[in-house]
């Protein structure tokens, strides 16, 4: 799957969990050889 298209879903503000679910949608699309794993961290600012 094309890096442009992983920065596509993950650019679109979407929760981690619908990033994570349309990723393997997309990597499965693709035609992907084997199984597909993914994980999508929502980092945020710490401020004290």
Same mark, same amino acid.
């Given at each position: 799957?094309?890096?442009?298209?992983?920065?596509?879903?993950?650019s679109e503000g979407r929760e981690p969990e619908?990033? /994570?679910? #349309?990723?393997?949608?997309?990597?499965?699309?693709?035609?992907?050889?084997?199984?597909?794993?993914?994980?999508?961290?929502? /980092?945020? #600012?710490?401020?004290?």
């Amino acid at each position: 799957m094309p890096t442009e298209e992983i920065q596509r879903v993950l650019s679109e503000g979407r929760e981690p969990e619908q990033a /994570v679910r #349309e990723l393997i949608t997309l990597a499965n699309d693709s035609g992907s050889p084997d199984n597909v794993s993914c994980v999508v961290a929502d /980092v945020m #600012e710490f401020r004290q």
